[in-house]
């Protein structure tokens, strides 16, 4: 029988009736806002109004940072050669969203991991330590920290944190990544602020959501840019946009000679 292959408690759907999470569609129209509704429909319940204040801030913290950001980049490159509906191009700059940039997922495994080491009985420092340690041995950068514009403080960082703060929504998660940024400057020696994704991921995470949901927060986040983006390539652009210079660093010019090769005339 295949009766039950297919459950899901997200909606429900019957004639003249559409459910979200239990809420009739009509009244989620009438009476919540977007950020709201984003927030019920992925953690299945409405928020505090604390929560959604602070859920709307981190909504608005990423919605373009120019053509430095790659995902904007290629969604107007795919935009300037398929011009006739923006969303392929959307949905390249989408792609572009990873481990790398605009995902506060890495910063939120972290925190997880963080968390449970100290629910298994290590201080909040040394369970800092320990990560930071561990992430330099491996050679790989501590998400969430340092910007190639922002040296001295990521302004949408500082901004969305002031917002939790105020909320009172900086809580655990928060509070340890300040532990990993405190023992990661003692490390390098050097400041670097905490950038967006850190903050982000803090806020996500001390708002319910785990590290695989925040990715797919953080690209919600940013389609508003990536539609201006594709909409102002494909009105004011260049058709089919190029690299313009490049260097080659191939082999030099070099003749075809008989007998190097399996095929063909000798």
């Known amino acids: 029988s295949w009766e039950g292959y297919w459950q899901t408690a997200v909606s429900e759907v019957a004639p003249q009736v559409l459910r979200i999470r239990g809420y009739a569609a009509e009244d989620i129209i009438a009476r919540l806002s977007y950020a ?3 927030y019920m429909t992925i953690r299945g319940e409405l928020p505090t109004a604390a929560q959604a204040r602070t ?5 608005c913290a990423a919605p373009d940072h120019g ?26 700059g989408l792609l572009c969203c990873g481990e790398v940039t605009i995902s506060p997922q890495g910063s939120a495994t972290v925190i997880e991991r963080g968390l449970r080491m100290i629910a298994a009985g290590h201080c909040v420092a040394d ?23 922002h040296k001295r403080v990521d302004p ?42 850190g903050v982000l991921a803090s806020v996500l995470h001390d708002l319910g959501f785990t590290a695989r949901q925040m990715p797919g927060i953080a690209m919600i986040a940013i389609m ?7 909409d102002e390539e494909i ?29 063909g005339p000798s």
């Not at 859920?55 to 909504?59: G, N, P, R, S």
């Not at 950001?69 to 390249?92: C, G, K, L, M």
């Not at 998660?173 to 990661?184: K, L, N, Q, V």
């Open 55 to 59: 859920f709307d801030a981190a909504l």
């Open 36 to 38: 709201e509704t984003l």
């Open 67 to 92: 053509l430095i950001s790659v995902h904007a980049s290629t969604a107007r490159f795919v935009a300037s050669a398929q011009p006739s509906t923006p969303v392929p191009a959307i949905a390249a």
């Open 156 to 197: 949408r960082a500082a901004a969305l944190r002031a917002v939790a703060e105020r909320e009172g929504q900086w809580g655990e998660g928060g509070r340890f990544y300040d532990a990993i940024h405190e023992e990661f400057v003692a490390r390098k020696g050097v400041f670097r602020p905490m950038n967006i994704d």
């Open 235 to 263: 009105t004011d652009g260049i058709p089919m946009r190029v690299i313009p210079d490049s260097t080659y660093t191939g082999a030099p010019a070099r003749p075809l000679i008989s007998g190097q090769w399996s095929g």
């Open 224 to 230: 508003p840019g990536l539609l201006a983006h594709v």
């Open 127 to 149: 369970a800092a330590r320990e990560i930071v340690e561990e992430l330099a041995a491996s050679g790989a950068p501590v998400p969430g920290i340092g910007h190639p514009n």
